[in-house]
């Protein structure tokens, strides 16, 4: 049994941080991947960031450069360290967990409907 449960989110002011965690179970992180993808209200869920099994990270365009996505697979956690927040980042995030192997994907970050497991989501408010 998979579970997924993410922590960290909350409100910031406009280029501030949030360290986002997903706490995950049932799901070896040497498997294919784990990512993030996000939903705002009224737009559809869009991917964020997503790791393999070797390291291997692909970020969305929107937010190269000020997210990292990273893991501990001794801890059985994956983080969204994000930096230089912008109010357009408000959205529900959600961890992810199993999609196809990222070479499938080339530089682009999977579509969140690529993704077999995912958690029920962390509130991030930017102001």
């Known amino acids: 049994h998979v579970q997924l449960v993410e922590s960290g989110g909350g409100s910031v002011q406009a280029g501030g941080s949030l360290r986002l965690s997903c706490a995950h179970s049932g799901y070896p992180s040497s498997r294919h991947c784990m990512g993030w993808f996000r939903q705002a209200p009224g737009k559809a869920r869009e991917g964020v960031a997503v790791v393999d099994s070797d390291g291997i990270t692909i970020y969305a365009d929107s937010v190269k450069g000020r997210f990292t996505v990273s893991k501990d697979n001794a801890k059985n956690n994956l983080y969204l360290q994000m930096s230089s927040l912008k109010p357009e980042d408000t959205a529900m995030y959600y961890c992810?967990?199993?999609?196809?192997?990222?070479?499938?994907?080339?530089?682009?970050?999977?579509?969140?409907?690529?993704?077999?497991?995912w958690g029920q989501g962390t509130q991030v408010t930017v102001s």
């Open positions: 992810a967990a199993e999609c196809r192997p990222l070479s499938y994907y080339g530089d682009r970050v999977p579509p969140p409907t690529d993704y077999n497991y």
